[in-house]
């Protein structure tokens, strides 16, 4: 019996210890805190001062220490451009944790690694100091503290953490700025153990061409190693072996060699391989990395533009930061990869990292999903010096270099450069990457931002490639898609653009703890997002996806009569053959208003397989569709990418026969006058209208009062600093061209009458003024018909016709027409034809998100139902190409963007332009111009009203 124990206890060793041989020639690793947000390790903490300061307790880690109920919150715009200001938020926080390593590890290289801590940090090891203090909160830093642990036993790790550096460039660069400043090692910390001889970095470099070349630095420089290189693909086929020697003296081994037959990375296609180096002494295995890349070129032709893989492209981008409500800069795997697959969502191709370098994570989501990235050494407006400037871009390179994602390197952020640093990056990059000055031109690029769409038309008149790295700065309900249209057809269109990226992609809204969890935007500073601060989606985040959907259906919403089922494709992507897409098309038919159901009916549909058009080709679609398909309401047309998943979706509809309704034989209508108004009555509906105005006084319905009224009464406005010719008075108060004024005017009863005839009667007012006439038509069935018309000539930025409801009444509008995100003059894309359902509220922009907002304008209505307390206010239009408005948008409390008149229940012609956070209406392209109208406007509406 104890023979057969022996003889097993040697066969479990036998078959275990390859595996912990295997084991010692890996790299391993070993976590001290958590791996981010909702994964975390409790460690002591004390901090100076500010909340819970001044003893000892615990925090999670990692973490920002204003989120765990530590120090003092402070947005870094407060104290822009100071190093040492007084009343900065200063904190010192100390760190405690105990941890074990394995007693197998005494003979490696062991090193301890942050991966963020702000700001400045002070390392002890069993009250040994690890090594000089490290300045710079966004960077990768290391310590090699084989000689100060205790193996096999207890050890005790103490971090210091200052809020503020000592070193005043550091500051100016990280926390002098437009965002909030946090303190605490806010990323991962870990033990790396490594054998004695091992591979202490990678640097790799694989072109387009299948030519691949790596350095493999070594940790202990070392005659007679030789390292290897395996690539594989993502199904684990070996693509082939490349081999090097160690040349005497050098650090490093270059490998170097062509793949044949490869698949290339792009953000449409991001193809990545794996590759393992091994680093022997003659036939012994000392290490082993494993690390993925892709094959690609990446190249600036000057003059002409941005090539990836032979091919000019376009970054259609984003700026984006670090950032979630609960966590601060404290991310986790999920929330990176969900970043990702939002901007993708939003059709972008691109992301630039304002103002740091990212969680590592996020650059492998970009690597895998596909998004081409600018990395960003920090510097807002100020920089770093030369000393520490230069140790913080080798962090960042060397951390993030074999990132295909990544094409562009950018020192710093608007004047946030230091030019002694540009040469800095080469040194750590095989790949000699460009370096960007975001705000200024180099490496051919020029970068500056912000530009009206005037000095836009100006800049690519140049000899440079033009790359704003931020445009149409948002706010609210701002910037973002407003404009967009305008600005990406001269983007695309010009030989000299490098496309650009919007600022931002989220709300950088803090969840305050020491105030309940209130979201904090610091006014309108951090309220500048395509997404809200849980990225909640916008109105912008739609138009943004169909402006830049990369297959554009060019076809009128409106079919023609002989259509044949003939569209007309264009084919915006780089890579890509819509032949790897799919079209679904579908034919549905819309509920009646008193269905009180949203959303169409499918009657048929089919996905089939994109027509053969190469990318930045035009061709044909043809859908075969049923003979009887224009009894259906609407024809929808779904581009789908490659993996299914939604481009965009666009609506068509066409002229129908209209049917008469038949109703049943209902009563005639009846009419009763009194000196003040006259009172018409049918089928349960009564109106009176004011015979002194000839406008709607007040509504019953089965005997139950319904407070609509006081219309139509004519509207128009304009810019507060607008002159009577449509321009800019330049002698205007400031802020005046964010007032829309309501036009003056005079407007007197001509003459009001009424008729009974074929059992209707018809009440019919005429005015001078801007309003002609007014008609209302009450019909048997109680149907009000309202015709009425207006002329007006001149400037307007809204116009049109208004009634009055209270607000405290309205709960619900269900309609059919484009929706569901409100739209403004300058921000017509992004809405698709259905039957929506929006409930009522009233969120203030920058402080509650609540989307889609209740209140606006909104594109191509056929009808509408509001419910109310009350009961049902239903409306048809006779006029589609009128806009529905719903009650007066809500801007921010510092009422930066619009103060606009205020309206109830209303139908306008012209509704006005948004403006961003920098550019007024006037300066965010064609489609934000004001109106020159003239002529008589006629308009029909049909109004019904319903109660329980």
Not at 216 to 222: K, N, P, S
Not at 528 to 534: A, E, L, S, T
Not at 856 to 879: H, P
Request: proline share 4%.
């Amino acid at each position: 019996m104890r023979r057969l124990f022996l003889l097993h206890l040697v066969f479990c060793i036998a078959i275990q210890f390859p595996l912990y041989a295997q084991q010692e020639k890996t790299t391993q690793r070993l976590y001290l805190s958590g791996k981010g947000y909702q994964d975390t390790e409790t460690w002591e903490f004390k901090i100076s001062d500010g909340r819970n300061g001044g003893t000892w307790s615990t925090i999670e880690v990692p973490s920002v220490w204003e989120q765990q109920g530590f120090g003092k919150y402070q947005y870094g715009i407060k104290f822009y451009g100071k190093p040492h200001p007084e009343g900065i938020a200063d904190e010192v926080g100390e760190y405690k944790y105990k941890f074990t390593v394995p007693k197998g590890w005494e003979n490696q290289r062991v090193k301890i690694v942050f991966d963020g801590s702000m700001t400045d940090t002070e390392v002890r090891i069993n009250g040994r100091k690890a090594g000089d203090k490290h300045q710079g909160a966004f960077y990768r830093f290391q310590y090699d503290i084989s000689g100060l642990l205790k193996y096999g036993k207890e050890n005790l790790l103490e971090v210091t953490v200052s809020k503020e550096s000592e070193n005043g460039s550091v500051n100016l660069a990280e926390r002098r700025a437009d965002y909030w400043n946090f303190g605490g090692i806010f990323r991962p910390v870990f033990l790396e153990a490594r054998p004695a001889y091992h591979i202490d970095r990678t640097a790799v470099k694989a072109e387009a061409d299948g030519s691949f070349e790596a350095d493999v630095f070594l940790g202990e420089g070392a005659t007679g190693l030789r390292a290897e290189a395996v690539v594989t693909d993502v199904a684990g086929k070996k693509k082939g072996v490349l081999k090097g020697e160690a040349v005497p003296g050098s650090d490093r081994i270059r490998l170097s060699g062509t793949f044949e037959d490869i698949a290339l990375w792009t953000a449409e296609t991001p193809n990545l391989y794996h590759v393992d180096f091994l680093l022997y002494r003659g036939d012994e295995l000392l290490h082993k990395v494993s690390d993925r890349f892709g094959f690609r070129t990446i190249e600036i032709h000057k003059g002409d533009g941005i090539y990836v893989n032979g091919q000019r492209v376009l970054m259609k981008g984003v700026n984006r930061h670090s950032f979630w409500p609960e966590s601060g800069r404290t991310l986790n795997k999920e929330l990176n990869y969900a970043d990702v697959r939002l901007i993708k969502e939003m059709n972008m191709n691109a992301v630039r990292l304002s103002h740091y370098p990212p969680d590592p994570e996020f650059l492998d989501a970009c690597d895998e999903l596909g998004l081409y990235v600018m990395d960003e050494l920090g510097g807002w407006h100020g920089h770093y010096d030369d000393a520490v400037g230069k140790k913080l871009v080798r962090e960042m390179v060397t951390r993030d270099l074999n990132h295909p994602c990544i094409i562009f390197w950018s020192n710093g952020n608007e004047g946030g450069w230091n030019t002694n640093l540009d040469n800095q990056f080469e040194i750590w990059d095989l790949q000699k990457r460009p370096v960007l000055h975001p705000q200024q031109e180099l490496s051919g690029v020029e970068t500056m931002h912000y530009r009206s769409y005037g000095e836009t038309l100006e800049y690519f008149r140049g000899e440079e490639i033009f790359m704003p790295t931020e445009f149409l700065h948002g706010l609210y309900d701002g910037g973002h898609g407003a404009g967009l249209f305008d600005y990406w057809e001269v983007m695309r269109k010009h030989p000299r653009s490098g496309g650009g990226y919007l600022w931002v992609y989220a709300d950088e809204g803090i969840a305050r703890t020491d105030q309940g969890g209130r979201i904090d935007n610091q006014g309108n500073y951090a309220a500048d997002g395509i997404v809200g601060p849980h990225h909640e989606k916008e109105g912008s985040f739609y138009t943004i996806k169909e402006v830049w959907s990369p297959v554009v259906v060019l076809q009128d919403e409106k079919l023609p009569e002989d259509f044949d089922g003939v569209f007309t494709l264009e084919n915006r992507y780089d890579f890509t053959n819509t032949n790897q897409c799919t079209i679904a098309w579908e034919l549905a038919a819309f509920p009646a208003p008193g269905d009180k159901s949203a959303g169409h009916k499918t009657i048929t549909g089919k996905t089939i397989k994109g027509p053969d058009i190469a990318p930045h080709a035009a061709g044909e679609l043809q859908l075969k569709l049923p003979s009887d398909w224009k009894k259906a309401d609407v024809l929808y047309l779904k581009a789908q990418d490659p993996e299914g998943k939604e481009l965009w979706t666009w609506s068509y509809t066409w002229d129908k026969v209209k049917k008469p309704v038949m109703t049943e034989q209902k009563k005639e209508a009846a009419v009763t006058e009194t000196a003040a108004y006259y009172e018409v009555s049918a089928s349960g509906t009564q109106i009176r209208i004011d015979r002194k105005t000839g406008k709607l006084l007040q509504v019953w319905q089965s005997g139950k009062k319904i407070a609509f009224g006081n219309g139509p009464r004519f509207i128009a406005a304009r810019r507060g600093d607008r002159t009577l010719d449509g321009t800019v008075d330049k002698e205007a108060a400031k802020g005046e061209d964010r007032i829309y004024k309501e036009i003056a005017y005079e407007e007197k009863l001509r003459h009001i009458a009424v008729e009974e005839k074929n059992g209707e009667v018809t009440v019919t007012a005429g005015y001078f003024g801007p309003l002609q006439q007014v008609r209302w038509t009450v019909k048997k069935d109680g149907t009000v018909q309202l015709d009425y018309d207006y002329e007006y000539h001149g400037i307007v930025e809204l116009v049109g016709v208004s009634f009055d409801y209270p607000e405290d009444h309205m709960e619900q509008i269900r309609w059919l027409g484009k929706g569901p995100y409100r739209v403004w003059q300058n921000r017509l894309h992004g809405t698709t034809l259905d039957v929506w359902e929006n409930e009522y509220n009233d969120p203030v922009p920058g402080e509650s998100f609540v989307y889609p907002e209740f209140k606006g304008y909104f594109d191509q209505w056929r009808w509408a139902v509001f419910r109310t307390s009350e009961g049902e206010i239903r409306l048809r239009n006779g006029n589609p190409g009128s806009y529905l408005g719903v009650y007066t948008p809500r801007d921010g409390r510092d009422a930066l963007l619009y103060t606009l008149p205020q309206t109830g229940i209303a139908v306008f012609d012209v509704i006005p332009a948004v403006r961003n956070k920098v550019n007024a209406t006037d300066l965010v392209g064609p489609s934000s111009q004001p109106q020159w109208i003239e002529g008589r406007k006629k308009h029909t509406l049909y109004l019904e009203f319903k109660t329980d």
